[in-house]
């Protein structure tokens, strides 16, 4: 089975902190996703990656930016973190972008004080 | 507007009883159709996938069907059990886009 692992499941950081999600997944895919889940809103994609080293803006970039060094590993980052980016932050990995289903890691509550 | 909307927000069953549970898309060209099931505190994991070409696809007590001309699509739960309390999330692919439902929340209850 595929596994997606989040470095953390609770974190809690301050306003202007900056702050780092990790995210390794072990089937070799190509593709992997950052993003951020709001009660009401659904899941928004905030950064993809199609390869090593190569990343893409999703719907809401803003105050986030990525790391892609290694195949397995995909981290968002947080340059200043704000309250309004308290959320559940999900990572995602998949073969193809399209037609696969994603595999999904269990997610990170960030909390920003 | 959310491109992809869900309904019920919220539902809550009777142990055994079956439910339906809607969703309704805008999304265009259509590419594919899953849904996902999300227990709480966990990342949500595929349940069914269908492309234009298929208007149903079981999985085990799961049943989801498509009609891409109304742009809708729902999702059956047969005999439901307590574990089948979660947030079932609706997402449609077009092209390299993916937009995803807020999702239903279902409590079985004993």
């Known amino acids: 089975d595929v596994k997606v692992t989040q470095s953390s499941r609770y974190l809690v950081k301050r306003t202007g902190e900056k702050v780092f999600l990790e995210c390794v997944q072990d089937?070799?895919?190509?593709?992997m996703f950052w993003y951020r889940q709001d009660p009401g809103l659904g899941l928004r994609l905030i950064y993809f990656?199609?390869?090593?080293?190569?990343?893409e803006k999703g719907d809401i970039p803003e105050g986030y930016s990525v790391s892609r060094e290694k195949k397995e590993r995909f981290s968002l980052i947080l340059e200043s973190a704000s309250t309004n980016q308290t959320s559940m932050y999900l990572c995602?990995?998949?073969?193809?972008?399209?037609?696969?289903?994603?595999?999904f890691g269990d997610g990170t509550r960030l909390s920003i004080l | 507007k959310n491109q992809v909307e869900q309904s019920p927000q919220s539902l809550i069953i009777l142990e055994g009883k079956n439910c339906t549970l809607q969703?309704?898309?805008?999304?265009?060209?259509?590419?594919?159709l899953r849904w996902y099931k999300q227990d709480t505190g966990r990342g949500p994991v595929s349940l069914t996938i269908?492309?234009?070409?298929?208007n149903t696809k079981s999985n085990g007590r799961y049943t989801a069907t498509l009609d891409a001309d109304t742009k809708q699509s729902s999702l059956h739960i047969t005999a439901s059990q307590l574990s089948d309390s979660a947030s079932y999330i609706c997402?449609?692919?077009?092209?390299?886009?993916?937009?995803f439902g807020a999702g239903t929340r279902l409590t079985v209850k004993p």
């Open positions: 995602a990995s998949s073969f193809l972008f399209r037609g696969q289903p994603q595999h």
């Open positions: 089937m070799d895919h190509e593709n």
């Open positions: 990656s199609y390869d090593v080293k190569m990343k």
């Open positions: 969703c309704n898309y805008t999304v265009s060209p259509f590419s594919n």
């Open positions: 269908m492309t234009f070409s298929e």
């Open positions: 997402v449609v692919s077009a092209n390299n886009d993916m937009r």
